[in-house]
Each structure stands twice: as C-alpha cells, then as structure tokens.
C-alpha cells in the first residue's frame, strides 16, 4: 500500500508531459508513491511517450482508454488508486507540484484538502462565474466553498471511497461534486492558498458557449449525485 498515489488525466500532453512527471518526481521524492496517469484517448505522442517513462519514473502506472472527458478520466485514476492518501493534479501544472507538500503538512488536520488557486488569470465571465458560484452551491453544501473544482486536492483514501460510491462515474466534474458533498456529509475540509501559475498557453481551457454549458453539465451531475446520496454520509 503507497502512502499517496498521485492522479493525472492527460490528454495531448506530449509537449509537457515528461517535464510534468519529473517535477512530479522530485515533488514526491522520499515517499512511498504511485503515479496513476490516464492517457484519456490523446491523439498525438502523449502514449508512447509515457509508455517509454514507465522504467524511468519510479512507481509510474500508465492507463490507456479511449477519450472520454476530463471527469471520466479523474473517476478512472481515483477508482485504480491504491494509497492511503490520494492527491489528484493535472498534467498542465496550474498549480506548481512543488506545492504539495503545503498540502500535505495538513492531512493529519483533514479528510480533504484543497489547493485554492489564489489571484486566478480569468477572462470576466469566468471571473465572475468565479465568484457566484460559492453562493450557488451554498444551499447544498452548508457553507461557502472557493474553487471547488481544484485539480490539485488531497484526499483520504477511506473518505474517496465513499464519495465515489454515489459520484457518477460520467461526471462532468466529479472533483466539484465531491467537495460539496464532503462538506455535506461533515467532513474535514481544508483550503490553502497556492498560487496560480497556468498562464492557459494550451489553450484548453473552456471559453465563451463551451464553458457556460459545462456549467450546466456540473449543475446538472451535482443535483443527480444530490438524489443519489441521500441518506449516505453524516
């Protein structure tokens, strides 16, 4: 059993990729680790260049599937990981992995810990999608919560167990959804301030029509797992 495994959806990251897992690799050096990545059906390099990392990054596990978005590829890795503790990041480095261990310093206080992104670099819709949203999900959560969906989170293993329970594995958003029901359900949450590095050069990130119908997938997977997970919890 790894003392932390660490979660990485990619997809068409052959530009960055190695860079990423050394960093990651350094990050985590001197713990018992595995580094779970799920190539989510990427179109370029990415997969044979993970294939070759494999001998190279200690504890490096590589999962091939056919693309299936983001949330599904997130569910993937957190149902294959095996650690005590789960960290879940992204392959673009928003949040530097030289910050994990700013997180980790909290684990003993907490069964979820979240790397709020401080002085985020947002156009204004999502600036002020930014801000609403803690005051959306109030009535769900019991309290206000800032950035919910942060890929950079630590996770107790026993706790992501039972979030993913009622979690649909087809989540838009599945790290959005289990911040607001940990909160529900009572568990310990922590945030801590981590700055935001993305200057969003790869051009993934959701813009204009495609982001304001995301927000709708999230809204509409967040009140499904609501109805699902009714009596779970605390």
Known sequence: MPEVSLVMPVYNGSRTISQTLQLWDQALDGFSREIIVVN????????????????????????????????????????????????QADSDNEVMPSFFRRLWKEKDEADLVLGWRRQRRENLVRKSATALIPWAVFPLAGKRLHDINVPFRLIRRSALS???????????????????????????????????????????????KKFFLALGAAWRDLRRTMERSRGRGK
């Not at 990415?46 to 494999?54: N, P």
């Open 162 to 208: 039972d979030l993913l329970a009622v979690i649909p594995p087809d989540a838009f958003a599945p790290n959005a959804i289990m911040t607001v029901l940990a909160s529900r359900w009572g568990l310990r949450l922590r945030s801590i301030g981590v700055p935001h590095h993305s200057d969003d050069s790869s051009g993934r990130s959701l813009a204009g």
């Open 40 to 87: 989510d059906g990427s179109r370029d390099d990415t997969a044979d260049i993970l294939d070759r990392l494999v001998d190279s990054v200690p504890g490096l596990r590589v999962i091939h599937q056919e693309n299936s978005g983001h949330g599904p590829a997130v569910y993937r890795g957190y149902r294959e990981a095996a650690g005590d503790w789960v960290f």
